[in-house]
């Protein structure tokens, strides 16, 4: 079996090749590895009309993929013209939660399933998050930047004029319920916060398994101490915060964004900074990336800004490997996968050992 790893300086080839062989433990002597690594996150995501948040190049994935039954990835180009080029290839593999860097389509015509892994940074996410909120409410990182970067002691902040609210006293308003709203919902409970949720897919039956309340929109930016965007990433969602919504929220609360940059229409967002009708934002995520130098961004100081850092733990990579890495053995040995992305085209076929 020919196994084409296309790791990253996140998800490494060593983790891919590690997990590849604990879950193949019995046919090690008949695997064939081929290497290719991109270079995210040290080089920013592209995007194109074909496919999305990729990195690299198909034209060096090519020459590799013409006689490989395997192709296991994070963040690799796999466009039509490198599906088209693979003449034995059984399965694509991919250690993210959605396989948006993958022409699907072209998989599925050649009848190639696609696995995934849904909720594999979740919670990485939701730990981020909540910091995110710590940070942004208790003035953490505010203190730090006039302090440690210009040796300027903040005794001001301790004034009640500056000082936040203790997650235990705060409204939460949680926008997407999936694998790290929910994750974020259990630690906030912890806190002894109130928690709004606004997820309209949401079935009844799940919704009385969390300790939050569930509401429109409206309710929950009108109540919310913190707005909190979990939701993904679709047409429907495309600057889902824009003028009206922000009009909405009190001007005491603030906004984290550890989604998608592109759920928030930025101009209005920094428009609401910059006049104070809200406090604040933290945002892990922005409508480029990384965001021009002219960015608006970078005029505010009610905001705090990480570089698309929340999914990013040891954790995540391994979970991300791991689920791939299940999903490609379930295929081979017959099986029905749990994360497959164009279910299909499945045929069973057991590997050949």
């Not at 790893?5 to 046919?27: A, M, P, Y």
């Not at 993904?232 to 940059?261: D, F, H, P, W």
């Not at 920094?270 to 009708?277: E, P, Q, V």
Request: proline share 3%; aromatic share 8%; charged share 25%.
């Amino acid at each position: 079996m020919k196994v084409l790893l296309l790791g990253d300086k996140f998800i490494t080839n060593d983790v891919l090749e590690t997990t590849f062989l604990d879950f193949f433990d019995n046919h090690k002597e008949n695997i064939e590895f081929t290497y290719l690594t991109d270079n995210w996150p040290l080089e920013p995501i592209n995007n194109c009309d074909e496919i999305r948040e990729f990195c690299g190049c198909d034209d060096d994935i090519i020459p590799l993929i013409k006689e490989v039954d395997v192709l296991l990835t994070h963040t690799g180009c796999i466009t039509k013209k490198v599906i088209d080029t693979a003449e034995r290839l059984k399965v694509v593999g991919v250690c993210r939660g959605g396989p948006v860097n993958i022409n699907v389509e072209a998989c599925t015509e050649k009848g190639i399933p696609v696995v995934y892994a849904p909720g594999r940074n979740s919670g990485a996410v939701a730990e981020f998050t909540v910091g995110l909120m710590l940070s942004l409410s208790r003035n953490i990182s505010f203190c730090h930047d006039s302090f440690f970067h210009h040796k300027r002691w903040r005794g001001d902040m301790y004034a009640y004029e500056y000082i936040g609210n203790e997650l235990s006293e705060s409204t939460v308003g949680l926008i997407g319920f999936g694998a790290i709203g929910s994750k974020v919902t259990r630690i906030l409970n912890a806190f002894g916060s109130k928690v709004l949720v606004c997820d309209p897919y949401i079935p009844q039956e799940e919704k009385a398994k969390h300790k939050c309340i569930f509401v429109d929109i409206k309710r929950l930016l009108m109540e919310s101490d913190i707005v909190s965007l979990h939701a993904r990433y679709t047409k429907e969602t495309s600057k889902m915060i824009g003028n009206k919504q922000l009009a909405m929220m009190k001007e005491s609360a603030v906004l984290i964004n550890t989604a998608r940059g592109e759920l928030v229409d930025h101009d209005a967002l920094y428009d609401a900074l910059k006049k104070k009708r809200i406090k604040g934002a933290a945002l892990d995520v922005f409508e480029e990336e990384p965001p021009w130098d002219t960015s608006r961004l970078f005029t505010l100081d009610n905001v705090i800004a990480t570089t698309h850092l929340a999914g990013a733990s040891r954790q995540a990579a391994l979970i991300g490997a791991e689920k791939a890495v299940m999903g490609i053995r379930q295929i081979l040995h017959g099986g029905n996968p749990d994360y497959c992305i164009n279910p299909e085209v499945l045929v069973k076929q057991a590997f050949n050992e």
